[in-house]
């Protein structure tokens, strides 16, 4: 996506991830075939996309995803995508009133959902917990994660503040940086190489699959390897493990089985909404891994409180100290110096003697 393009996007329920990533690539105007707030649930995304001033035509139906293609001279007017006088596809253009309507109905029905969202979890627990604590074979890898805190990068919510307060921690203890898919690109816009790099490859640039890191494919246990020939057409070395769970679950799996002492999850998925956000009707797998896990796994913001900088009031008082006795060393041990007080001396004592 280049800036001053229009977006042509199929997302339903449209994600404040995928809202912020929209106008950070700086889109002038959005299309959605699908529904961008179906009321399922109070998802952010488009309220950010219209709040920014970026028009958003929504629900113009799939056939626009092969009626327009990458380079074509497209408008938005009269609530329609033109390409001259060809008109495309008819949708909705959200306003920001009619988006407030739909979050507020949204959170009003949002029990149901989280009714539905329970019992999935415990339905795909009662079908996992059987396999949640059987071993794990970690593949072979060139960096070493044993006794090494190991930070696993999500490209989810706040992930990016989250990145910019960690950078004191990062420098101190020096990570293992294991990124899951876009992860890797979120390291790389702030000066870090991902160290590991794994997940099903479906949204990670070129840059990042070129960048020196390990590349581990995340297969499930059943044989699905998704983005599998993603890697194959880019003849890179890969590895694989076999995990049950999302990606971001099978990263912290890996780390764990690899001996990491701690695990800093930056972005991670933790509450309903940003599973929703995801497409997840449940979060069995992130609810039994973090369980395996358990103490050696903070979240990065957690770690963040603990790195703000405080500046102590004995930090002060030993600086201050520190200084005068710099002072004093400098004073006694320096002939200039000593020519200036006896200098100094001998007027004073010429002034008071006269």
């Known amino acids: 996506m280049q800036r001053g393009e229009i977006a042509v996007i199929n997302h339903q329920d449209l994600d404040r991830v995928a809202a912020e990533s929209l106008l950070e690539a700086g889109v002038v105007a959005v299309v959605n075939a699908a529904e961008s707030n179906s009321g399922r649930y109070p998802n952010s995304g488009p309220a950010r996309i219209v709040a920014a001033g970026v028009p958003l035509l929504d629900e113009v139906g799939p056939a626009v995803m092969d009626a327009v293609h990458d380079g074509d001279i497209v408008e938005l007017r009269d609530g329609a995508l033109w390409r001259g006088d060809e008109k495309i596809a008819v949708g909705t253009p959200l306003r920001a009133e009619e988006i407030a309507l739909r979050m507020e109905a949204a959170r009003e029905g949002v029990g149901d959902e989280l009714r539905r969202f329970a019992e999935n979890t415990l339905r795909y627990i009662g079908e996992e917990a059987a396999i949640t604590f059987e071993p794990l074979t970690v593949p072979p890898l060139r960096t070493k994660v044993q006794g090494r805190h190991a930070m696993v990068v999500v490209r989810g919510h706040d992930y990016k503040h989250d990145l910019a307060a ?189």
Request: glycine share 10%; aromatic share 6%; net charge negative.
């Open 166 to 354: 960690l950078r004191p921690y990062i420098r101190q203890f020096h990570p293992v940086l294991i990124a899951v898919d876009g992860g890797a690109d979120a390291l790389l816009e702030i000066g870090l190489t991902p160290d590991i790099i794994t997940g099903d490859f479906d949204s990670l640039s070129d840059a990042a699959m070129h960048c020196g890191a390990e590349l581990v494919h995340h297969v499930h246990p059943d044989g699905r390897a998704p983005g599998r020939e993603n890697l194959l057409a880019s003849g890179l070395h890969y590895e694989e493990f076999v995990a049950e769970g999302m990606s971001e679950d099978a990263a912290m799996l890996m780390a764990y089985e690899a001996g990491a002492s701690l695990i800093v999850a930056v972005g991670a998925h933790a509450t309903m909404v940003e599973f929703l956000d995801k497409g997840r009707r449940g979060m069995a797998s992130t609810f039994l891994t973090r369980l395996r896990l358990g103490p050696v796994l903070v979240d990065a913001k957690g770690v963040n409180r603990l790195y703000q900088g405080r500046v102590r009031r004995l930090d002060v008082v030993l600086l201050v100290g520190a200084a005068i006795l710099a002072m004093v060393v400098v004073g006694i041990v320096a002939e200039p110096i000593h020519v200036f007080a006896r200098a100094l001396w001998v007027t004073l004592k010429d002034v008071f003697s006269s």
